[in-house]
Every structure is written in C-alpha cells, then in structure tokens.
C-alpha cells in the first residue's frame, strides 16, 4: 500500500476538523458571552430600580461582572436597611393612642356611660399578648387612651366646661373616674361645636412613638354651618365663628396620620359625614351606635382596623420622597361613548418552565406583542398604596387560525404607578409587576395541582395581566397594567406582605368563608415549601367568584418575598418578611392535608 496516498487527505481532514473546533469554541465563548451581557443587563434592572428608590446615583450601565458586583452590594445594603426599617415601622403600628372625641350633651350620656363601662375590656382586648388565632392577627404592643368631650359655644350651663379633656394615659382607672364624672349638658340648638371638638383633640400629645393614632368620633348632631346639614337647629349657619374649616382640620388630622371613625346615631349626621370624606379624600368608616352596646365591638374593630393599615402603609417606607400624581378620584362608570380610542401594544410573559428555573433566575419569555385599542377612564376611581386604577374598556381584534377576526368588548381595569419621577414609570417598573402576577399564577396552577392530589376540589388563580404601550403625542410612553374588570363586588384582602391576615369577624362581615381565606393562607405556606424556602407569594387580594357553577378564588397584585432581596421589588421583604408570615400563621386543614404543617421558617 502507498501510504502517502492516503496521508495528503488524512492531513487536510483533521485540518478542517482543527478549524471548525476552533469556529465552534469562538462560537462557544460568542454564546457565553451573550449570556453573560444578558445577565448583566437583567440584573443592572434591577439594581437600578433599588439606587434609584434611594435617590443614589446609578452612573453608566455595568459593562462587566466585576462592577455588577460593585453596584449589586451597595444595593443589597440598602434593601436590608429598607427592610429593617419597616419591620421598625410595623413595630411602631402596634402601639396605640385612641381618643374618644364625644358630643357632651344632654342626649349623649348614656353613650357616655357606655364608653366609661367599656373601656377596660376594650383595651383587655387591644393588648392582651396572645398567639394570633381566628379573631385576631395583630398583637398590638401597648396603649395610650384619651377623652375629649365639647359642648357647643356660649353653651348656657357648661360654665367654663365647653370642653373638658383627659390628656393620654395608660392607667384606665384614671379614664373612668373621668368619665364617670362627665355630664351631659343640655344646649341651645340641635348643632354643636364639632370643629372646636375636633381642633382640640388635634392639640393632644399625639406622639411619634405610637404607629397607630386613631380617633373615634360619636355625636347625634352636626357641626355648624347650613351645608353640613339639612335643616337642623343652627344658631352659626354660616359656618363656624371661629373660621375652621373642615379641609384645614383633616389636613392636620393626616399630617400627624390620625384615623378617624365615627360612631353614628342619627341621619342627621349624614351630610356633614359626606363633607368630611370629601375633606378626607377617602370614605370616612361609620359604625352604628345608636344601641350603646354595639360602641365596644365598633372600637375595637376601628383599632384593629388602624394597626392593620399602620401595618400596610409600611409598603410606601424608604426611600426618597416621590411626588404624586395629580388626579381626582371618581367611582362612577364614565360615558364610553365621548371617550377617545388609543392604540397600542399588548406584552405579556409566558410561564416559567419549572420551579427550578425561577429560583436560577431564568429569564422570562415574552409572549407575542399583540396590537391594542383602549378607551381609558379620564379619573381614576381607585388608590392603592403604589398604583391607582381606571376604568377601561379593550376594543381590540383577535383573529382565528383562519384569519377570521373577532372584535373583543371587554371591561377592564388600567393601573397606572401612583408617584411620579426618575425611573417610576419606565418599562421595567410596569414588566416587574406582569411578572411577579405571572409567577404567583404558574404557582398558583402547581399548588392546584398538589391539591386535586391530596383530594381537594379548590381553586384558587391569579388575573392574567398585561403590559399596555401607549405612544403620547410627544413620542414619550404610557405604560400601565392591564387586567380584567372583577365581576363580582366582594374585593377581599386576604393578607398583606407584612403579617396582616384578615380577620374572622371581618371576613364574616363581608360574607366570606374562613374556608377560602385557609386555602389563600395555605397557598403562601405551600409557595414557601414548593420552592424549599427560597421564597413566598404574598400579599393576597381578589374576589370569590362563584360564577360558571364552580366557586374559584381570583386574586391579583401579589408580592413575593425571596431569598434574593434583589428581585421582586421593593415589597420583597426577604427571609424576614417570610418569618413574619409564619408568625401570624396557624397552619389549617389545607396545611395538614398537604403535608406541610411541619415545614416552617
């Protein structure tokens, strides 16, 4: 055989086997490379979005690992600081002033007698440091009481008592022996010195010490003024003799952040309650006492109410201060037909592929951009915490695999980030929220699974949301996230991302079983045993739905706390916002029946 033959071939085979190893190695480090770029952009995201919160200077995008790292430790310093402070704030919230502020007249002492009866049970209940059960979630820490009783002006027989005031205090021996020597006094005219009443209790000792301040108003008659009232006897009805107004007496109340309730007895109060809500910017919350036995129950819940939005307002902690939109608020369903249409573009996520690829951070694949037409609310008829909400309604086509087109008519709702600023409204702000929603329903979907396992027929998902584009006029973007209008008018807040849990009286009150709020509290335990305590879907609120003959619990604008404090947004509060879930949790039937009962933070 001649070998030479065969060896010119040989040579210039593993010659083209040597370049293209080399071609695939460069392609090898080419696709490496373009990884790691895109990690780097995905997380700078979010580091961004953190310096940013904080008012730090982000500087140039990371071009390399090297300063991912830097930036990504000034970050994570900066989440943990955020977290301990609202864990600090929500310690704050479980401490309380509650001022009675009550209309000394004639007609008010035995309302006045009943508070003095109630007081001690009231704060018994308030404060006894108790394992949360079915009736209570919040163990507030300690308690500050207080009186404010006003007569009306040149009141004929309160000599120099138009107001007489118990400063605050924690001895409740002290407050009934001041109200059992309180007396109704009977006056002039059916209306009385409300806004001397509320100026008063403005001047307490309202102390910062305290995270809930709550005032709980009880009168059968309105303040001055003809347009608090409809008719009524009114010595002033031009209004207060004094100049005050109710716009400059509820400024102060949210300036020093005092909740007001009140306590009602007659419709005579009606109007001047509207006034106060308009100056309140939201519905103040009455309690029926005219029967004096409901007023214990009214104040307790009105406390109870307080620590929990204490608790809740622990979302907007940290951070610089953001401004706020301009907007007025307006519940009613506006006339579509004088409304503009808008077009757009729909985003949205597919579902992650496993549980493993959220907790490596695999990136989301966008679904195909779908082209929108809208029409949009001009107000909002809702506020949250971080977003309001407009009315809309989706006018877009969707076609079939044969090309037929279907004209959709679907109401919906549009949120919009409340604050405005550097950063606040851009795409990956709006993209976050669609993904933390998209997450929470593949989770929701896998714990339904494990439930039809177990025996259980429930079910339990999240709204499918979406990203809107909108083009503005000056080629700038509106962003906001779309959702399908709730049918139903029972919207629950099941739990917050702070350890709140509704309450089973509240839960009573608005009809809803303590069965569906285990199944929505034994979802977060599972999201914790599911993913091995990497992270938590948290911070529940929906409807029950009890349409299409089977009844689902439809939830939306979840949170989730994860190990990795640099994911999720700033409403991520980490192992210790996990913690915080597990204590105010009492593991159900759905626990017991899953088999996670035992596994716990």
Request: with cysteine; charged share 30%; proline share 3%.
């Amino acid at each position: 055989m001649n070998l030479f033959m065969d060896s010119e071939p040989s040579y210039e085979k593993a010659s083209a086997t040597f370049a293209a190893s080399e071609e695939n190695e460069e392609n090898r480090k080419k696709e490496l490379s373009v990884e790691t770029r895109r990690f780097i952009r995905e997380q700078a995201k979010r580091i961004k979005a953190i310096l940013q919160d904080e008012g730090l200077d982000y500087g140039d995008d990371p071009e390399d690992e090297e300063t991912l790292t830097s930036i990504t430790k000034v970050a994570i310093q900066q989440r943990k600081r955020r977290i301990e402070e609202v864990f600090e704030f929500i310690r704050r919230a479980q401490h309380v002033q509650l001022c009675f502020l009550v209309d000394a007249t004639g007609s008010m002492q035995a309302h006045i007698d009943e508070v003095r009866k109630s007081i001690g049970h009231i704060v018994k209940i308030i404060t006894d440091d108790v394992p949360c059960d079915s009736s209570s979630t919040i163990v507030e820490q300690s308690m500050e009481v207080a009186f404010v009783a006003y007569r009306d002006h040149d009141h004929p027989s309160s000599g120099n008592k138009q107001f007489e005031v118990l400063p605050f205090t924690k001895n409740i021996e002290r407050f009934t022996a001041f109200t059992k020597d309180l007396r109704g006094i009977w006056g002039r005219d059916h209306t009385e010195d409300v806004f001397g009443g509320l100026d008063t209790a403005l001047n307490l000792d309202w102390s910062n010490k305290f995270g809930t301040k709550v005032l709980f108003h009880i009168c059968d008659y309105p303040c001055h003024g003809r347009e608090f009232h409809s008719g009524v006897g009114d010595n002033y009805p031009d209004g207060d003799p004094k100049g005050r107004t109710c716009e400059g007496l509820f400024s102060k109340l949210q300036e020093i952040g005092i909740q007001y309730f009140f306590g009602k007895i007659y419709s005579y109060t009606d109007i001047m309650i509207k006034k106060f809500s308009v100056a309140n910017g939201e519905p103040i919350l009455e309690f029926d006492v005219k029967d004096v036995v409901n007023i214990k129950d009214s104040v307790i819940t009105a406390v109870r109410l307080s620590v929990s939005a204490s608790v809740a307002a622990s979302r907007a902690i940290g951070g610089i201060t953001r401004a706020v939109r301009d907007f007025t608020l307006d519940t009613t369903e506006p006339d579509w037909t004088s409304l503009p249409e808008f077009k757009g573009k729909f985003v949205s996520y597919e579902f992650p592929r496993s549980m493993k690829d959220i907790k490596n951070d695999v990136k989301l694949e966008w679904s195909k951009p779908k082209h929108a037409k809208v029409k949009i609310a001009k107000d909002p008829f809702a506020k949250g915490a971080d977003r309001i909400a407009y009315y809309g309604k989706d006018l877009s086509s969707k076609y079939l695999k044969d090309g037929t087109e279907l004209k959709i008519d679907e109401d919906i709702v549009l949120k919009e980030n409340l604050h405005i600023g550097k950063g606040v409204n851009s795409a990956d702000r709006y993209q976050l929220s669609n993904q933390m929603q998209t997450v929470a329903s593949f989770l929701a979907q896998l714990y339904m699974k494990d439930l039809k396992e177990a025996g259980i027929d429930k079910s339990i998902k999240f709204l499918k949301c979406k990203t809107l584009i909108l083009m503005n006029e000056d080629t700038s973007k509106r962003f906001m996230s779309r959702e399908s209008r709730f049918v139903a008018t029972k919207f629950v807040r099941f739990t917050n991302n702070a350890g709140y849990r509704i309450l089973e009286q509240t839960a009573v009150d608005k009809g809803v079983s303590m069965e569906y709020v285990q199944l929505v509290t034994a979802f977060s335990h599972w999201t914790y045993k599911a993913s091995n305590g990497f992270l938590m879907v948290v911070d529940l609120e929906g409807i029950i739905d009890e349409s299409g003959g089977k009844t689902s619990v439809v939830l939306t604008d979840p949170a989730i706390h994860c190990k990795d404090i640099t994911r999720y947004g700033r409403m991520n509060h980490g192992p210790r916002g996990m913690k915080k879930f597990f204590e105010n949790h009492d593991c159900n039937q759905f626990c017991k029946d899953l088999g996670i009962e035992c596994f716990v933070c």
